[in-house]
């Protein structure tokens, strides 16, 4: 099935026959059909399971990507210099690495030098992914932690909730706070449409 493979209705819709002009309407109605549902679901679980495919896999890959240092990869000299160093690396570290190219040249006086470039996959992307997939990011919410006075709470604000908030000027330090409150950002209530009643 090469729904499976591209994600692109259109495209299986023209593959099954359909002509290319209905062929966006008839992929969106094909995936709305319970039937071609139930068998897309049942052909990407048989693919994940030749795959060997796993949520825990992915997770696992992602990690590495997403918290690769580094550190692991080079050297740094007392000259203030760094070269990579590969023989050190943490067991699967490799699996963070995206490229790793040489160039060689020759110098002026005919000495040959050669540079190994090194480039790790995206760790941000992959925090990311990791954060979404763990349920830490909700698509119209943010997850806001804030350290008052050693006590945590964590506060579910929607987006526009959160620009609101920001916008208030809650986490600035104010000029004409007392001396207590100068040691601590200044945190005031602010109400959400949803404590305010709106």
Known sequence: MRELGDLNASRAARDAG???????????????????EAEITRQRAILAERSNVTPERIVAELAVIAFSDLGDYIRIHPDGTASVELGNM???????????NTDTSRTSADKQVTKLRLKLHDKHAALVSLAKILGMFQESSVNLTIESHGSTKLAVLSTEDLRRVLDSGVFDNQADTDAEDAEHPCLREVSTPSESGE
């Not at 359909?18 to 071609?36: F, M, Q």
């Not at 943490?90 to 790793?100: F, K, N, Q, W």
């Open 18 to 36: 359909y002509a290319a002009k209905s062929a966006s309407v008839e992929g969106s109605r094909l995936l709305a059909n319970p039937d071609v």
């Open 90 to 100: 943490p067991p699967g570290a490799t699996r963070a690495i995206a490229s790793l």
